[in-house]
Structure formats: structure tokens, C-alpha cells
């Protein structure tokens, strides 16, 4: 949410098996998200207990597990146009000045 993780937002399959499939649909779900002002969300998911393997090379492969994750979702709450929330995610951006 807003390029933060939310841990009430995060789905495994050990700690919530109802949820997960065995078969092509690994996982389905309507997950409610109240918010209060415009968000930004992007959805990873990781294939637990996987790795890349060797189609991804020495490098990439081995135990490193598949990742996929979408583009951002943005979220005008109340119709005004979004407007990010100008979080920096605790790093130092440089600015330059008009």
C-alpha cells in the first residue's frame, strides 16, 4: 500500500491454507481495503517453497523463488483526481531547485 508492506495484507498459504488452492487457480480471494485517502497498491505474489532454478542462470537461479508482481493499482477515493500521498519510503530524494 503506497509502496509499503501491510502485514494484514499479506497471504501464505501455511498461515492461511483456506484460502489457497491446489489446482491452476493457486489463490482467489475478494479482499475488502478500507482507505481513507488515495492509495497507490501493487499485488507481489511468490511462489513459496520454489526457486528459479536453473532457467534463470547461476546468478538469478538457485534459492531465489519466483516472484510476479503487478503494475500499481491507483485509487481516487473520493473522485477529485489522485493524489499521491508523498511518501518517500525513507529514502533521501535529491531536489533541485525551480
Do not use: C, Y
Not at 509502496?3 to 489446482?23: A, Q, S, V, W, Y
Not at 481513507?36 to 517453497?49: F, L, N, R
Not at 534463470?56 to 493499482?73: D, F, R, T, Y
Not at 489522485?82 to 535529491?94: E, R, T, Y
Amino acid at each position: 500500500m503506497n509502496g509499503r508492506h501491510r502485514n494484514d495484507l499479506n497471504f501464505t498459504r501455511r498461515e492461511t491454507p483456506k484460502l489457497f488452492g491446489d489446482g491452476v487457480v493457486k489463490f482467489e480471494s475478494d479482499i475488502p481495503i478500507e482507505l481513507s485517502e488515495d492509495a497507490h497498491i501493487i499485488v507481489a505474489a511468490i511462489g513459496e517453497g520454489l526457486t528459479l532454478g536453473r532457467v534463470m542462470g547461476p546468478l538469478w537461479g538457485g534459492e531465489k523463488p519466483p516472484v510476479a508482481v503487478s503494475n500499481p493499482i491507483f485509487v481516487d477515493v473520493n473522485g477529485d483526481g489522485f493524489k499521491a500521498n508523498g511518501d518517500l519510503l525513507d529514502v533521501s530524494m535529491p531536489l533541485t531547485e525551480k
